[in-house]
């Protein structure tokens, strides 16, 4: 089963399906939850992004898939071939599954040449299915700008050479699925962003699908098809980069992905279309009201430092929005952006400008200014 | 890979099962070498013909000589830990530890010594210091005449406790020397910094932080120099015999070939004690280790500054320098003169020398055959037991968990029992009915697997333990079923450590005397048979000749093995994953 036949295939099959997967794991008497009531499906030609702090299963979750760890419930199916389950009491070895793999200390064999390295995905194949070895190694070695190095042993190679290579011998066998565990936390911060770019670049062309580890949320933004933000062995929210920034659905997300301001609030009132929550500072709209919002409900009232506007104290109102009165605590200049931090009654803002940065005179600390919260940059976070 | 136990859920290994089958019949193989002998020399002790009976036990017991032997073994056991280990433990911390090292070199002199079989360093001691015809008997005495003592020759024999003590102590120290060393280098350097600034002396810093520090390897080095003093045949059979000091094993030996009929069971009985003295010396460090702890090893890979010995730094490397020039260095010189004399004499005359008894024994039907079959035996041997030990410790890492342990610890079994209590136990298992294995090469090779499986595992669990795991799961994910990640992945990357340990077994196997001295006779000659035989007959000449064979191959062997098993890559690359 090739990636060419999947993509031929009239409806969008999903290269892997994951349901109820649940992964314990048990030293010394101790159990560890690994991943626990795991849904995950990834598309043809989809990168699944898996963010989240250490220790929240990203890696039991990417092992599971590649068959490394045995998991104690649930199903996994990759290409729409089942590889594990535990009701029919099935689990395909690592072999069978047909993936590629990047691993984050990139698990080259320092005992083979870079050529041998590259090509053994196709030496394990029947020499039928081998075809050209030599060609296909050039080929993928020359779109990855590591050609000239075949003869050459990985220790011989820079960081960022071998990093390639390995990218290299996930591509070659043309996988259903290519694994990323953390690829590229081993490299200094350029090589980092070229490598990011190359892949994009790389995934545009061969439409590999692929889950992706990362606890690095720039790097998930900009890889992801779709995020899945994970915390303690579940996935807490799946969408696109943009819906999980914008939407959150959880405190937790919300402060993973990227910065925000948040205070502690309750309904006051749920309308069909807005909602008004009550904070120490004040009571705000919130545009964009949902089912699950009800009156007495407690949770928080977020919005994004990128979203807070300012104004000079006593200006004229042009913004019906709700303006709060402080008093500017600091203000750091970082290049693209102002960091301001106010203080409001009882609570704190920050407040990221850019347009201060450029035309006007940014606010002075110690000064008084209104800090304006538009209904359509609030959001609330059930607790 | 975990458990798939845990879940119920099998991963699906049809194809693997001839493997598996191959693999379990291997340890079963290893583990019947191992405990049928053990068990065998258990039940003829404890339950004769399956009932409790201790007349043997009685007549065992009630030998005269016995006693005399016990007192000897535990006079030198005792004497050589107490030698050994501080001697050992000093060396590895100023090697480890002190700016005394010089280069990557002076991290190995002092396990050179483990390289010369202990028969070819004894055999060199004896040209040595023998009183009448030792290369040094005449300018000690002569040394000790100019300053005005007149002594009786026969006081500075090497045929007596101080030498027997002596050659104890140079075979011993490399052994703690090795343990200590590897506790030093895992040992966190922040403990000694600490105490050097708290203004404590460079002495007082090795004796109250250093050493407690390690006292989980002293405890576990005083072990294996107990282990070994009470089981090491070569030196008092060589050194022992002449000065009327009888111990253990060398009466053992005797029960077995110097009475007609062999009195296997009294060697039996003897065997068992030993195994329960040091079953409870071994309880008892655990509980000492076990107690105290060890969290002071920290473990970071971080090189600490080396403490600077100051004045004392030369004197110290010269205390390194001897200790090499006692062990290996002079006893081989010696050997290689005697060998080219056409008898042994303390003095040497230069148009005599020749290579005349290298092709006098060569010439001699059982010496060839000797030779010739233990060098054979000692190639196949190792061979086996290095790549049994090879594939079990990557049996082991693969299936992890208590498997893992248990494996671990039931090869390490054989390391606790002297080798001619455990020959003993072979010969009465497999020397007689049914398998009549009396006198054959078969009954070596047995007792040599299972002698040296303990030396082979550690060589190679150390060497699986630095292959990175991601490197066997990259294997198995691009396509690779466990065969072929066997040969392409696990192997090679093994292969250099297999190699040093394949080296290491080799010398210990060639110059070999406990076994063969139990197993060995005119049928299936080894080496060992033949200094015992040519020790017997007074043919020193030759006797020196084969030392130096013994010498030289076995520096040859290692040489080689190391330089083949060189890595091509860094060692660091293999560590990808830690
Ligand atoms: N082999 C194992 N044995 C026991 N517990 C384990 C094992 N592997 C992982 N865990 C535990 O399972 C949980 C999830 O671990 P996992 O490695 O999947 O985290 P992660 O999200 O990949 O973290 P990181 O970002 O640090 O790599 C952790 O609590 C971890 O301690
Ligand atoms: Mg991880």
């Known amino acids: 089963m090739t990636n060419s036949s999947n993509a031929a295939g009239a409806p969008k099959r999903t290269a892997v399906q994951i349901r109820g997967l649940r992964k314990v794991y048990r030293t010394r008497g101790r159990s560890v939850v690994g991943v626990d009531h795991v849904d995950l499906d990834v598309g043809a030609g989809e990168l699944v992004v898996l963010l989240g702090p250490s220790g929240c299963g990203k890696t039991t979750l990417l092992r599971s898939v590649a068959g490394l760890e045995t998991p104690d419930l649930g199903e996994i199916s990759i290409d729409g071939k089942l590889v594990f389950s535990s009701s029919q009491k099935k689990a395909l070895p690592p072999e069978d599954r047909h993936l590629g793999m990047m691993f984050q200390s990139y698990a080259l064999w320092p005992h083979m040449t870079v050529f041998q390295n590259v090509s053994y995905p196709l030496t394990s194949l029947e020499p039928s299915a081998r075809g050209d070895i030599k060609a296909r190694v050039h080929d993928v070695l020359t779109k990855l700008g590591v050609a000239g190095f075949e003869e050459r042993f990985p220790s011989e190679l820079s960081g960022g050479q071998q990093q390639r290579v390995a990218l290299a011998r996930a591509l070659i066998g043309k996988p259903s699925v290519i694994l990323f565990d953390e690829p590229l936390s081993n490299v200094d911060a350029k090589v980092r962003r070229r490598l990011r770019q190359q892949l994009r670049d790389l995934k545009q062309e061969t439409k590999f699908s692929g889950i992706y580890v990362t606890h690095d949320q720039e790097e998930a933004m900009e890889l992801a098809d779709t995020l899945a933000v994970m915390d303690a062995g579940n996935i807490r929210q799946l969408g696109t980069g943009r819906e999980v920034y914008e939407r959150p659905n959880s405190l937790y997300v919300a402060g993973f992905v990227g910065e925000v301001n948040f205070w502690p609030a309750e309904l006051v009132g749920v309308g069909p279309h807005v909602a008004h929550a009550r904070t120490d500072f004040g009571t705000f709209e919130i545009i964009g009201a949902t089912a699950s919002m009800q009156v007495g409900q407690k949770g928080h009232l977020a919005i994004r430092p990128e979203r807070v506007n300012i104004g000079a104290p006593g200006a004229p109102v042009a913004d019906p929005a709700p303006r709060v009165r402080g008093k500017v605590r600091e203000v750091v200049f970082l290049g693209a952006r102002c960091e301001v931090r106010i203080e409001l009654p009882g609570a704190e803002v920050m407040a990221w400008l850019f347009e201060a940065v450029s035309h006007r005179s940014p606010p002075v600390a110690g000064g008084a200014v209104d800090v304006i919260f538009e209904p359509g940059s609030l959001q609330w976070l059930p607790a | ?578």
């Open chain 2, 1 to 578: 890979m975990t458990d798939a136990a845990v879940s119920g859920v099998k991963v699906e290994t049809p194809r693997y099962r001839a493997v598996s089958i191959i693999v379990v019949l291997l340890a079963l193989f290893v583990f019947a070498a191992i405990f049928f002998p053990l068990g065998v020399i258990l039940q003829r002790a404890l339950l004769p013909n399956w009932k409790p009976d201790f007349a043997l036990w009685a007549t065992t017991l009630a030998q005269p000589e016995l006693l005399t032997a016990v007192r000897n073994t535990l006079i030198i056991a005792f004497v050589n830990t107490v030698i050994s280990v501080p001697l050992g433990i000093f060396f590895a911390w100023l090697v480890e530890r002190t700016d005394a090292r010089w280069g990557a070199l002076s991290r190995l002199l002092p396990v050179i010594p483990l390289l010369l079989p202990p028969v070819a360093m004894t055999i060199g001691w004896l040209f040595l210091a023998d009183p009448r015809a030792g290369f040094l008997a005449a300018p000690m005495q002569g040394f000790f005449r100019s300053i005005g003592l007149s002594i009786d020759p026969s006081s500075l024999a090497v045929q007596s406790w101080g030498g027997l003590i002596l050659l104890y102590v140079l075979f011993s120290v490399p052994h703690v020397y090795v343990v200590a060393a590897a506790a030093f280098g895992s040992l966190d350097p922040s403990l000694e910094e600490a105490a050097r600034i708290f203004g404590k002396g460079r002495l007082k810093c090795f004796l109250s932080i250093s050493v407690p520090a390690i006292r989980h390897a002293v405890g576990s080095s005083a072990l294996l120099t107990i282990i070994s003093s009470f089981g090491l045949y070569s030196i008092p059979a060589l050194l022992g015999t002449a000065a009327r000091i009888d111990v253990l094993s060398v009466y053992i030996y005797r029960l077995l070939h110097a009475t007609y009929p062999p009195k296997i069971g009294q060697a039996v009985v003897l065997g068992v004690v030993m195994i329960f003295v040091i079953g409870l010396l071994w309880l008892a460090q655990r509980r000492i280790a076990s107690s105290t702890g060890h969290a002071q090893i920290g473990g970071m890979g971080i090189r600490p500054n080396l403490i600077s010995l100051g004045g004392w730094r030369w004197p110290a490397r010269i205390l390194l320098l001897l200790y090499v020039l006692l062990t290996s260095v002079l006893p081989l010189v010696a050997l290689f003169i005697v060998s080219l004399q056409p008898f042994w004499r303390s003095t040497i005359v230069f148009d005599q020398l020749s290579f005349a008894n290298f092709f006098e024994f060569w010439s001699d039907r059982q010496s060839r055959a000797a030779i010739v079959n233990s060098a054979w035996l000692a190639v196949l041997t190792t061979t086996v037991v290095v790549l049994i030990a090879g594939i079990l410790s990557i049996v082991g890492k693969n299936v992890g968990g208590a498997r893992e342990k248990w494996l671990g610890v039931l090869t390490k079994v054989p390391s606790a029992i002297p080798h001619i209590v455990f020959a003993v136990g072979v010969l009465v298992a497999f020397g007689f009915a049914p398998f009549f294995l009396n006198g054959t090469w078969l009954i070596i090779f047995i007792c040599y697997l299972a002698v040296y499986i303990p030396q082979a595992s550690i060589a190679a669990e150390s060497a699986v333990q630095q292959v990175g795991n991601q490197l066997v799961e990259a294997s198995r994910i691009f396509g690779a079923r466990p065969g072929r990640t066997f040969w392409t992945v696990q192997l090679p990357l093994i292969l250099p450590g297999l190699a040093a340990g394949w080296a290491l077994i080799f010398t210990l196997v060639v110059g070999e005397l406990n076994a063969a001295a139990i197993l060995a006779g005119p049928r299936n000659p080894v080496i060992g048979y033949l200094i015992l035989a040519l020790f017997d007959n007074g043919t020193y000449s030759q006797l020196a000749a084969l030392g130096s064979i013994i010498g030289l191959v076995s520096g040859v062997t290692v040489s080689i093995a190391l330089i083949l098993g060189r890595p091509r890559f860094s060692s660091k690359a293999v560590r990808a994953d830690d």
